[in-house]
C-alpha cells in the first residue's frame, strides 16, 4: 500500500552550507504524486521531484535541481520520509536547503511519529525493484554495491585516520529494526583541522558544535556520542536518504564502504536502469 502523512508539519532552522533559517512544512500528497519539494518563496514556486533524475550537486550533501529551482542537503528529510513508508508527500520550503537541526533525522522522524501515517489507494504504486545479478561502483578501495538478496537491508562501512572514529561498520534491516531509534538520531561529523578549509571555500556556514559532531587527532571536541559507532550510522543515514531517490527501497543488500553521496546516487542511477 502507498501512504501519506495524516496531517502537515514545519520545522525550521539553519542550514548547513549556506547558513540561512529556512522553513519546511511537510504535507500529506496524493497517491502517485511521490515526494516532491515547492520553492515557495520563489515567484513561480517551482516544484522539485525527490527523484534520481533531479540529482545535481553531491558535495558534502545531495542537492535536487528543477526547471526553475533547487534544494540541497535532502537526505535526512527524504530519509526519514522513505524509512517511515511516507511515499507521497509535499514539501513546502522557503529557501534553497533543508535546515540541519541538531545534525541527524531525529527531529523528522519525531514530527512524523506525532502527525502519523496513512494508508491510500495503492492502484499507482510501482512494485519494489528486484536485482539479478551484484551491480558495483568502484573507485579504488572505495565502492558502493547492490546485492541480491531476500530483503531489503543496508550495510555501511567506513575507515578514518582519527583514533576516535577508525573503522566502524553498521547494518539496518527496514523490516526487523527501528529506523527513529536506531539510524535516525546518529549526527553529522567532520574534522576540526578541515573547518577553515571548507568555511574559506564557502561551506558549512551553518555549522555548530550543536549540529554536529567534530573530531581532531586528540579525539572528540563534543562529546558525548549517542552510538559508539555514531559515525558509520550516519553515513548510513545518508545512504538511505540518497537511496530514497528510487521511489521505493529496491530488495537487495545495499552496502557502501568509504563511500559518499556522489557514488551513493550514481549507484541510484544504475538501479534505475535495470528492470525488474
Known amino acids: 500500500m502507498a501512504s501519506t502523512l ?27 504524486d511521490g515526494r516532491y519539494f515547492v520553492r515557495v518563496a520563489l515567484a513561480l514556486k517551482p516544484i522539485i521531484p525527490a527523484k ?12 535536487l535541481v528543477g526547471q526553475e529551482g533547487k534544494v540541497r542537503s535532502v537526505e535526512h528529510l527524504l530519509a526519514s520520509l522513505s524509512a517511515w513508508g511516507v511515499d507521497n508527500a509535499r514539501i513546502e520550503i522557503d529557501g534553497e536547503e533543508v535546515p540541519l537541526l541538531d545534525g541527524s533525522a531525529k527531529n523528522w522522524c519525531q514530527a512524523i511519529a506525532e502527525v502519523g501515517v496513512i494508508e491510500q489507494d495503492s492502484t499507482k504504486t510501482e512494485p519494489k525493484k528486484t536485482i539479478a545479478e551484484p551491480i558495483w561502483i568502484r573507485e579504488k578501495d572505495i565502492f558502493v554495491a547492490a546485492l541480491p538478496a531476500p530483503a531489503t537491508r543496508f550495510t555501511y562501512g567506513i575507515d578514518f585516520p582519527y583514533q576516535a572514529i577508525g573503522n566502524q561498520w553498521h547494518s539496518w534491516n527496514p523490516s526487523q529494526e527501528d529506523f527513529t531509534s536506531e539510524i535516525a538520531p546518529a549526527r553529522t561529523f567532520g574534522f576540526a583541522e578541515q573547518i577553515e578549509q571548507l568555511q574559506q571555500a564557502g561551506m558549512i556556514k551553518g555549522g555548530s558544535l550543536e549540529s554536529a559532531l567534530v573530531c581532531s587527532h586528540s579525539g572528540w571536541v ?3 556520542l549517542r552510538f559508539t559507532n555514531e559515525p558509520a550510522r550516519h553515513k548510513l543515514l545518508d545512504l538511505v536518504g540518497d537511496m530514497s531517490l528510487l521511489g521505493q527501497f529496491p530488495i537487495a543488500h545495499i552496502i557502501a564502504y568509504k563511500a559518499s553521496h556522489k557514488l551513493h546516487t550514481q549507484l541510484a542511477i544504475k538501479l534505475t536502469e535495470i528492470g525488474n
Open 52 to 63: 534520481v533524475a533531479a540529482v545535481g550537486l553531491t558535495t558534502l550533501s545531495t542537492e
Open 6 to 32: 495524516k496531517a502537515e508539519f514545519t520545522l525550521s532552522g539553519v542550514g548547513l552550507h549556506f547558513g540561512v533559517d529556512t522553513k519546511v512544512k511537510v504535507m500529506p500528497a496524493n497517491t502517485g
Open 222 to 224: 563534543n562529546p558525548p
